[in-house]
């Protein structure tokens, strides 16, 4: 069972250019999630889809787009990289919260470097 | 708009003490869950405890409890017992419940446990 699945794990990006971190999930989750984890400031919501079809913005959604190509997949593209999106990058996934035992699964995270 | 503050950055225990994380949050929402999740250096989120908003009784697993306090909007952690294996960051999260399925973070306290 494999869960969550991000990559990649490691990318170094010079400024200005354009890359899509890629997301799936096995677990037929309806809701998925991006957030980016930056010293301090614990992990922030760029943007989640609560269901195919749908997406919206969290709280750091300037510079960032996405697009929930279908149920399993939830791609995450910057498309110009700037040195202030260095970070680490997660995904998750979960069940639709009106079920017993809701619980957010994360993938392995992406950590990215701007140049 | 939902927010969750966690006001320790970082707290320290001695093993096989008793320790309790803070957290507080904001929303106008009825029904909602709330969670604390580990990250140890590995940076994998590991749910540690959920609790559902209409449930009165505070969740408890093993050495893990919260004391949930729904009028003051306060979701604190203890935990019991203290190990090594606890030491890590911890996040505490809320999640709407149906709807727009949004789950936001906190900053998050580092957990250090002493031998």
């Known amino acids: 069972n494999a869960g969550v699945t991000q990559t990649p794990k490691f990318q170094v990006l010079k400024t200005g250019q354009s890359m899509t971190l890629q997301c799936a999930q096995d677990?037929?989750?309806?809701?998925m999630y991006w957030y980016r984890q930056d010293p301090g400031m614990g992990l922030r919501l760029i943007y989640y889809s609560a269901s195919e079809g749908t997406t919206d913005k969290g709280e750091v959604p300037n510079g960032y787009n996405v697009s929930r190509l279908n149920k399993r997949e939830f791609s995450l593209r910057l498309e110009s990289a700037a040195p202030s999106q260095t970070s680490v990058y997660f995904c998750?996934?979960?069940?639709?919260?009106?079920?017993?035992?809701?619980?957010?699964?994360f993938g392995q995270g992406t950590r990215l470097t701007v140049v | 708009a939902q927010t969750v503050t966690q006001s320790q950055p970082e707290m320290s225990v001695q093993e096989a003490e008793t320790v309790t994380l803070s957290c507080t949050y904001d929303t106008s929402e009825s029904d909602y869950y709330l969670f604390w999740y580990k990250q140890p250096p590995s940076r994998q989120m590991i749910l540690v405890i959920r609790q559902e908003a209409y449930k009165q009784q505070n969740a408890t697993e093993n050495r893990f409890s919260v004391n949930f306090q729904k009028a003051a909007k306060s979701f604190s952690l203890k935990i019991s017992d203290s190990q090594l294996g606890d030491a890590a960051m911890y996040f505490c999260a809320f999640q709407t419940q149906g709807g727009s399925e949004k789950l936001v973070f906190g900053k998050g306290t580092k957990l250090t446990v002493n031998p």
């Open positions: 998750a996934s979960s069940a639709p919260s009106w079920g017993k035992n809701t619980e957010a699964f």
């Open positions: 677990m037929n989750h309806n809701s």
